[in-house]
């Protein structure tokens, strides 16, 4: 048999894998990792990729889909200034400078050195087949305040990055395609409140 | 405004609550001229739905008029319009291909979590129906926010009453796309489980789509009355048995299609159990899907069955082997609302469907928490409550 039958390999994305040595690949595929927790999440968004890509390279604009980012501002040289928000009323923040920025395409991202949370990342925009407009995958590996421990605490209080990378790309899906993001609340008061 | 509020099993009320502010640029604030109380609404009232919160704004089923409106929406102000009960965006995919009830951005982020954990994917939004199908306020009230109002509302002319409209925000619809996908062929007779609106309406439906018979099943009397009204044969199950009638009413070879408006919980999506079988995996089994399995046996070889109703999650003795011996075809959905609404609405207004006969009672707002206690214990008397914000009290008696 030849080498296309390599046993044991399928074509199953590295972040859906049980395999420790993919996950270590899908780590290399990130410019300078960042971290050793690795997660990574498509969605499929009816508009074109060039579209997506330009709202996300803003980086100023993450905060309006996603939930835990407080704000985000350039401070030179292709840096960024991050404050999101943590466990219990506080915030972490970082330096993260881009790493990788291909228009259309990709756009990576590491912490520099002191970040409160170590962390790299990217962000891959591909057609989708049939004409269904682009897949955008989340890549995000980072390291959980106080490990594993903090991991737990992380996910209690919802801000656990998996989960919070997943419901941030439906965030921005429903932007991209509806030019809004849904609530079931009521009054400006609710929607201020389901926001904290 | 004034609200009936959800606080507990058999507990509403009718309270005052915030009036609802535009929050989206494609929000609209309806004034509630109209609004029904569903079978479905009676799960929520007897507690069977999680993810309830006390205080919850209840209704699925309303129109009203136009009171104000976000920069995107396309509706104007005092234009008459229905709702439909799916909050749907109008351009995900799904909605592209009219799969309204599918679509991927009509449930908040944050609650699309329990639909992909139970289906796979998640679903649309509903109104008034807890916070799993995204803790949207209902339209039991004076007025209610309405998302995507560029998409869903129906503008009805100046003229028809609210009374022949008014169920095409969801139970007309359902009717009529339930006999679509029992896919009528002239000469069918087709069999319809349960003579509750939804039911009442496929009975109409099928026999526009050329059924040549229609054999509807119930016990309640006063329904299966109805039933006949528009020319159906009846089964009273709790007088006969069901299969055999139906092997002899079609000299032995079924019905070619079975419609299923039974169901084991209303749209609620969920059963009772259905979250802890989520949570724990552990497979309880109901035994509580006498319908669908009944309407599986006895439909003809290669027919067609059509499921309206909505189940929760496992079912136990599904009869696989019958569906695949036989070759059956099963098309069921919650109701794409907004693709039937435009031909259903041409439909009232030349008389060809007559809705307003389901109306057994009209009571102001202010009377909402009787309503649902008098549909609770009266169903064979009770098909349907119609709440009226303006109503005066004095014009009920
Ligand atoms: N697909 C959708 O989008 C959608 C929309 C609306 C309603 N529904 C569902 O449709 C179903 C019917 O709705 P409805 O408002 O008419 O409900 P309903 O409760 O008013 O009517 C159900 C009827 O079925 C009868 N019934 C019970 N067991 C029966 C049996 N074994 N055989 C024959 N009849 C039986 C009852 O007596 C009752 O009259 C429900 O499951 C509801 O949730 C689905
Ligand atoms: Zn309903
Ligand atoms: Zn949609």
């Known amino acids: 048999m030849g080498e296309t039958m390599t046993p044991g390999r399928d074509d199953a994305p590295p972040g859906t894998s049980k395999r420790a040595d993919r996950v270590e690949d899908a780590t290399l595929s990130l410019v300078e990792p960042?971290?050793?927790?690795?997660?990574?999440?498509?969605?499929?968004?009816?508009?074109?990729?060039?579209?997506?890509?330009?709202?996300w390279r803003a980086l100023e604009n993450l905060p309006t889909f996603m939930?835990?980012?407080?704000?985000?501002?350039?401070?030179?040289?292709?840096?960024?200034?991050?404050?999101v928000k943590a466990p219990a009323g506080r915030t972490v923040e970082w330096i993260a400078a881009i790493t990788e920025d291909r228009p259309g395409e990709a756009i990576g991202w590491a912490s520099e050195e002191g970040a409160d949370v170590p962390n790299s990342g990217r962000i891959d925009f591909r057609d989708a087949p049939?004409?269904?407009?682009?897949?955008?995958?989340?890549?995000?590996?980072?390291?959980?305040?106080?490990?594993?421990?903090?991991?737990?605490?992380?996910?209690?209080?919802?801000?656990?990055?998996?989960?919070?990378?997943?419901?941030?790309?439906?965030?921005?899906?429903?932007?991209?395609?509806?030019?809004?993001?849904?609530?079931?609340?009521?009054?400006?008061?609710?929607?201020?409140?389901?926001?904290? | 405004m004034r609200a009936l509020t959800w606080h507990g099993k058999h507990d509403v009320r009718v309270e005052t609550v915030d009036d609802p502010e535009i929050l989206n640029p494609r929000d609209a604030i309806i004034r509630i001229t109209s609004t029904a109380i569903c079978g479905s609404d009676l799960h929520l009232y007897d507690g069977y739905i999680p993810t309830m919160q006390s205080g919850d704004i209840?209704?699925?089923?309303?129109?009203?008029?136009?009171?104000?409106?976000?920069?995107?929406?396309?509706?104007?102000?005092?234009?008459?319009?229905v709702v439909p009960f799916t909050i749907s965006c109008g351009s995900c995919f799904h909605c592209s291909k009219h799969?309204?009830?599918a679509c991927d951005n009509g449930l908040p982020a944050d609650n699309q979590d329990i639909a992909q954990a139970a289906y796979g994917q998640p679903m649309s939004g509903l109104f008034g129906y807890s916070h799993m199908t995204g803790g949207y306020a209902g339209g039991q009230a004076e007025y209610v926010r309405v998302p995507f109002s560029d998409v869903g509302p129906i503008v009805i002319p100046d003229g028809?009453?609210?009374?022949?409209?008014?169920?095409?925000?969801?139970?007309?619809?359902?009717?009529?796309m339930a006999a679509e996908n029992a896919e009528i062929e002239p000469g069918d007779t087709v069999a319809v489980w349960g003579c509750g609106p939804v039911g009442l309406f496929c009975v109409q439906s099928a026999f526009l789509m050329g059924a040549e018979r229609v054999i509807a099943i119930d016990h309640f009397p006063r329904r299966l009355e109805l039933a006949r009204r528009f020319g159906a044969e009846t089964i009273n199950y709790e007088e006969s048995r069901t299969y055999d009638a139906l092997m002899e009413i079609t000299g032995g070879i079924g019905p070619d299609a079975c419609i299923d408006a039974v169901g084991l919980e209303a749209h609620g999506f969920f059963a009772d159990n259905v979250w802890d079988q989520i949570k724990v995996s552990t497979f309880t089994g109901t035994d509580r899907t006498h319908s669908i399995r009944q309407a599986i046996l006895a439909c003809r070889k290669g027919g067609r069955v059509s499921m309206p109703?909505?189940?929760?999650?496992?079912?136990?003795?599904?009869?696989?082997?019958?569906?695949?011996?036989?070759?059956?075809?099963?098309?069921?959905?919650?109701?794409?609302?907004?693709?039937?609404?435009?031909?259903?609405?041409?439909?009232?207004?030349?008389?060809?469907?007559?809705?307003?006969?389901?109306?057994?009672h009209r009571m102001p707002l202010e009377q909402a928490a009787e309503g649902y206690r008098l549909f609770h214990d009266k169903q064979n008397e009770v098909t349907k409550i119609v709440l009226k914000p303006g109503m005066d009290l004095a014009q009920t008696a």
């Not at chain 1, 971290?35 to 579209?51: E, M």
């Not at chain 1, 897949?135 to 801000?159: E, H, M, S």
């Not at chain 2, 028809?160 to 009529?176: E, Y």
């Not at chain 2, 011996?325 to 060809?352: C, F, W």
Request: aromatic share 8%; charged share 25%; hydrophobic share 40%.
């Open chain 1, 34 to 55: 960042k971290g050793d927790s690795l997660s990574a999440k498509t969605v499929t968004i009816n508009r074109p990729r060039q579209a997506l890509y330009d709202y």
């Open chain 1, 67 to 83: 939930e835990n980012v407080e704000r985000v501002e350039a401070v030179g040289d292709g840096r960024y200034h991050w404050v």
């Open chain 1, 130 to 196: 049939g004409g269904r407009g682009t897949w955008v995958t989340a890549t995000i590996l980072y390291d959980p305040p106080g490990g594993v421990i903090g991991k737990v605490v992380a996910k209690l209080f919802q801000r656990e990055p998996a989960i919070q990378a997943r419901r941030d790309l439906r965030r921005f899906k429903q932007l991209m395609e509806t030019g809004e993001i849904a609530t079931g609340a009521r009054t400006a008061r609710q929607l201020a409140e389901e926001m904290d």
């Open chain 2, 58 to 81: 209840l209704g699925h089923e309303f129109m009203g008029e136009v009171v104000e409106t976000g920069p995107k929406s396309t509706l104007q102000k005092g234009q008459r319009v």
């Open chain 2, 99 to 101: 799969q309204y009830s």
């Open chain 2, 160 to 176: 028809i009453d609210d009374d022949k409209v008014l169920f095409l925000s969801d139970i007309l619809p359902t009717g009529w």
């Open chain 2, 309 to 360: 109703a909505v189940y929760g999650g496992f079912v136990d003795k599904f009869p696989l082997g019958a569906f695949m011996e036989k070759g059956l075809t099963l098309k069921t959905g919650q109701t794409h609302v907004q693709h039937y609404m435009p031909a259903l609405l041409n439909a009232i207004m030349e008389g060809k469907i007559d809705t307003t006969f389901l109306i057994s």
